[in-house]
DNA sequence: CAGTGGTCTAGACCACATG
DNA sequence: ATGTGGTCTAGACCACTGG
């Protein structure tokens, strides 16, 4: 048996934990060991048995307690990462998600309303603003040539601190003459379209794709690589009917339920 | 070396395969081999070295052909089943998913039109036709005691042949006394509806879900289990607002897009 | 430096589908 | 009976993080 308490979950974690994996397993022909050590684990996190945000002890000690190799151990504590319950930074420890709840995006609201959630701060980081070449949906959507240029806006947004959503916006340049200055004063894509003579606009569409991370996605969100995620694109048009923002965000799969409603 | 020519698959096909796999690989820092291995079988799948539908090479024989290990030839088979493009069934191979396309489902048109995609012959499978209990979001919905009833309708979609959707339907009973007579003689709800004097509905609201697909879904929809997949939820409604319908759906995350569109 | 998660191996047994 | 994919093990080395 492992003998070496880890560094962090309180010691009457550890003892329920322990408790919990000394039980027997069903017959693996039933559920595969991995599977039923993934739903004790799942116990374990809904239970709050480790606190949100703690550090669970080492793998090669959770397989230990767990009696089984710590591939299969590993193959548990995966599965978990996949569906954003757990969250394993390389040299220091695997963490159990602060904050894993889910977010509504209305089609009938704009995303800042959707995102203002029960309590947590939620805030903004701009990573990148400059201007580029428009992807091949946006050049279409703004009538603009391949060569031509948009605004490239890339933004994080952050629950207390903890990334929850990354995205690339484009805008027409032609329209948006000193959008730079506008948005560095402000911050806000609002007040920039406001400036712009845009008091309303609306979504036109939006569409959701399913994915797995990329390397960057996953590094800016804080995920581990190929973890499911979901990839919602945006139209936004002023009161003519003309585009004005093609927005392609992107969301760990386990943290945003999109809803669609029809006014009525 | 591998001597033992596998059963699918063509000769021309394999010798690609195996030229592909005798590349060098870059450094493991720089990229695992299982995601290397990953790419290449990407490629292979993209340019239909091996046609879709066939059968891939056996695991032990791709391993020893890509050289390496069978559990790290597992993995990179593994992140290529979560994403759609191979589908393995046990006891039999490894196959190449015949129609990796998207469908796309607009909130402005009814379900089965989504689905008339570009050729492919799309079918529908009763597997279940009964009453029972409401679910909450059912019972809350249509207004009734959670021990009322509610008609439940299972139903499988298959493009030529192969499952790509899964549903479960549940309707008010005391609107529909005669829904099963109804149904088994049409096979349609829709004629359900205009038989009970609806003649338009609309969808009301969608909402959309990412979760891992669990043992049952996963059997009838041939993928395996905890496959990233969609759930996609819908209300329907008459032309006075009642909730008529209350349908839960699931795809396989990586074949299907959603759309929503507002009408302008 | 020690401890962590990430990768990889060689070998084994099982359940399942097919002939 | 054979071959397939699914599970599991014990051990190893690496890259990264932190004190």
Chains 1, 2 share one sequence.
Not at 89 to 106: A, D, E, H, M
Not at 180 to 208: M, W
């Amino acid at each position: 048996m492992a003998d070496v308490p880890p560094g962090s979950a309180n010691q009457e974690g550890l003892s329920e934990l322990a408790a919990l994996a000394a039980m027997p397993y069903k017959a693996r022909s039933v559920r595969p060991i991995w599977l039923q050590i993934y739903d004790r684990l799942a116990d374990v996190i809904r239970r709050e048995v480790v606190a949100p945000g703690a550090k669970l002890p080492g793998e090669v000690y959770l397989a230990d307690l767990f009696g089984v190799s710590r591939i299969t151990m590993r193959r548990a504590l995966a599965l978990h990462q996949n569906e954003g319950l757990l969250q394993a930074r390389k040299g220091v420890g695997i963490f159990v998600r602060s904050r894993p709840r889910r977010f509504l995006i209305r089609n009938d609201m704009q995303f800042a309303e959707s995102l203002a959630v029960d309590g947590g701060d939620i805030t903004s980081r701009t990573l990148w603003l400059g201007r580029q070449r428009p992807s091949p949906e946006a050049a279409e959507l703004f009538g603009i040539a391949p060569d031509d240029e948009v605004i490239c806006l890339h933004r994080l947004r952050q629950l207390d601190g903890a990334p929850i959503y990354v995205s690339r916006k484009e805008f027409p340049a032609a329209r948006f003459p000193e959008f730079e200055a506008r948005y560095r004063q402000s911050g806000s894509v609002k007040d920039v379209f406001q400036s712009a003579g845009i008091d309303s606009f609306y979504r036109s569409e939006t569409r959701v794709l399913g994915g797995l991370a990329s390397r960057s996605e996953a590094e800016v969100l804080e995920i581990s690589p190929k973890t499911p995620v979901q990839y919602v694109t945006a139209i936004n048009c002023d009161a003519s009917g003309a585009a004005i923002e093609f927005n392609r965000g992107c969301w760990p799969m386990a943290s945003v339920e999109l809803v669609f409603a029809v006014p009525h």
